[in-house]
Nanobody
Framework: VQLVESGGGVVQAGGSLRLSCTVS????????IGWFRQDPGKERVGVSYISGDDGLTYHADSVKGRFTVSSDNAKNTIYLRMNNLKPEDTAVYYC????????????????????WGQGTQVAVSS
């Protein structure tokens, strides 16, 4: 199983980025993919989630209304569209795949995910 993130970069506050997570090694249509971010010296926190089982999505309160998560089955890719970016969104962003079904109380828990990508840096300047 492999997950590869891309699309990070430097953007001014108010700008947008779209991150991609390309997955391989398992049935993509059933993929349960979470997006997380981590600042140096801080814990990794959940940002968004999408379930391949039913298309269900979740977002952290800090990004609701600004971030959307979607999937393209033909490309085995999950996208995180980030609009109206703020300096506090600066972090390394990771995608991760879970084997078990997750719900509103579990999608953001890092230990529920079995596979992780290498991360992509997002920097938002003020």
């Amino acid at each position: 199983v492999q997950l590869v993130e891309s699309g990070g970069g430097v953007v001014q506050a108010g700008g947008s980025l779209r991150l991609s997570c390309t997955v391989s090694g398992f049935t993509f249509e059933r993929a349960r993919i979470g997006w997380f971010r981590q600042d140096p010296g801080k814990e990794r926190v959940g940002v968004s989630y999408i379930s391949g089982d039913d298309g269900l999505t979740y977002h952290a309160d800090s990004v609701k209304g600004r971030f959307t998560v979607s999937s393209d089955n033909a490309k085995n890719t999950i996208y995180l569209r980030m609009n109206n970016l703020k300096p506090e969104d600066t972090a390394v962003y990771y995608c991760a795949a879970a084997i078990t079904y997750l719900d509103a109380s579990t999608w953001y828990r890092t230990w529920k995910y079995a596979y992780w990508g290498q991360g992509t840096q997002v920097a938002v300047s003020s």
